[in-house]
């Protein structure tokens, strides 16, 4: 069911983002009365799933979910249509339009999708706020996985800031350490005292590599005693906190998480156990309790920690959304230039269909189905801007030439450029592909 899930969110995302782009291009070429021949959601090689004719277009649903496309007449497109090239101009054709029109019909397709981003986040921002867990609540430091703790952090760490910068949302941390370009300075508050650690880069592309910033780190949760609900608890007092356990002289056990102090019960089930309370701010160290059968205080414990929501009105949450999608857009831009950077080896990182399908939630949350739409649209924009011959970039590129010179770009130089960039992207589909199998099938 959870696959279904993903894969039915999948494809109603991509439905919206490519039916948009594409409509973004149809109605900006309608605007200049440029004939559009067809419109198509997905790829339709030798037939399609749907379609029907309304006036010059034809309209339908292809088989092959690699994409979408209108069929723009007097176009050099993937179509690749060379007969209608070698017809008579037609006044309706897009060869027959000056060069700003065109221009304004490729790109109107990118523009689309940076507009629906922006819509969404302002939406989002008005419906649901922006939820996150601030730096200083983790008063007790960060759990560590193992990949964070190879990188010289430790349990009990609390990361104050990154290469100078103070940290206020816990998701800076990961993104700065998977963002990296260059060594990562970081300073934590550890013992009571600040220390300052230097990640290298090989460590830091070890983590990304790795997929070890899933799950790095977590929140320290302490034992705090929220009410005693068993006579044999009687010792404890709401607002104690444990801050140790010894289960014998030899194995004793202090500033641990809770989940771990939790697990420890659990092993000594039916024993009895020493604790190590702070009680307004004194500690007593002869407490014993017995342990239930269930591996259990017989006390109700306390979440000390609440997420921050900044909630907006209407006309608060616009300057929001475009201040998300330019964030999104920056950090997006960030590891393009990354991908082109050896030496951060971010090219490994390149996924494709599964890895896209992999970040929607297996439940169905309609908040954050939005925020992975309007995430992937900024990506569609931003991959389509690439001056790539067979993209819009492309197109564009080659009309803003025109403008710029007054010379027109030849029919047989646009063709072969279509033929190389169609080659580009084809070989980036199946290596970005062909990763998704390896990581996801094969390592």
């Not at 929001?320 to 393009?336: C, H, M, N, P, T």
């Amino acid at each position: 069911m959870e696959l279904l899930i993903k894969i039915a969110q999948f494809f109603l995302c991509f439905t919206i983002l490519i039916g948009l782009h594409e409509l973004g291009h149809f109605l900006m070429a309608r605007v200049f009365r440029i004939r559009v021949e067809k419109f198509y959601i997905f790829f339709d090689p030798w037939f399609s799933l749907f379609k029907f004719r309304r006036g010059d277009t034809e309209y339908g649903i292809g088989w092959l979910p690699l994409g979408g496309y209108v069929k723009i007449a007097g176009m050099i497109d993937e179509s690749m249509d060379k007969e209608q090239m070698k017809q008579p101009v037609r006044p309706d054709e897009f060869r027959a339009k000056p060069a700003w029109q065109r221009f304004l019909v490729m790109i109107a397709g990118v523009a689309t999708n940076l507009v629906l981003a922006v819509g969404i986040y302002i939406g989002i921002c008005y419906a649901w706020g922006d939820t996150y867990f601030a730096n200083e609540e983790a008063r007790w430091g960060y759990e560590f996985n193992e990949a964070g703790l190879r990188l010289g952090l430790r349990n009990g760490d609390r990361v104050l800031t990154i290469d100078g910068e103070p940290v206020d949302d816990v998701r800076q941390i990961v993104n700065a350490l998977i963002l990296a370009e260059d060594d990562r300075r970081i300073a934590v508050m550890r013992g009571g005292e600040t220390v300052e650690l230097l990640l290298p880069l090989d460590s830091l592309i070890a983590l990304r590599q790795s997929k070890g910033y899933d799950g790095l780190l977590r929140p320290r949760m302490p034992f705090l005693i929220d009410s005693v609900v068993a006579p044999t608890a009687a010792a404890l007092r709401p607002g104690d906190e444990i801050t140790g356990i010894a289960v014998s002289d030899a194995e004793q056990y202090r500033d641990l998480d809770f989940r771990d102090y939790k697990a420890l019960l659990q092993l000594h089930a039916g024993d009895t156990v020493r604790l190590t309370v702070r009680r307004d701010g004194d500690e007593l160290r002869t407490v014993d309790l017995p342990v239930s059968d269930e591996g259990t205080l017989g006390v109700l414990t306390r979440n000390p920690f609440t997420l921050r929501t900044k909630e907006y009105t209407f006309f608060e949450a616009i300057p929001a959304g475009f201040r998300k999608a330019g964030d999104v857009i920056a950090s997006y831009w960030e590891q393009l230039k990354m991908i082109v950077q050896p030496k951060t080896e971010m090219y490994k990182e390149l996924g494709g269909f599964i890895s896209i399908g992999s970040i929607f939630p297996s439940a169905w949350n309609w908040e954050a189905f939005w925020m992975t739409t309007a995430f992937l649209s900024i990506i569609l924009a931003v991959m389509n801007i690439l001056p790539i011959p067979g993209l819009d970039g492309g197109h564009a590129l080659f009309t803003f030439w025109e403008m710029v010179t007054g010379r027109k770009v030849s029919d047989k130089v646009l063709e072969a450029a279509q033929y190389v960039g169609l080659v580009i992207i084809l070989a980036l589909l199946l290596y970005a592909n062909g990763n998704d199998i390896y990581r996801f099938f094969l390592k």
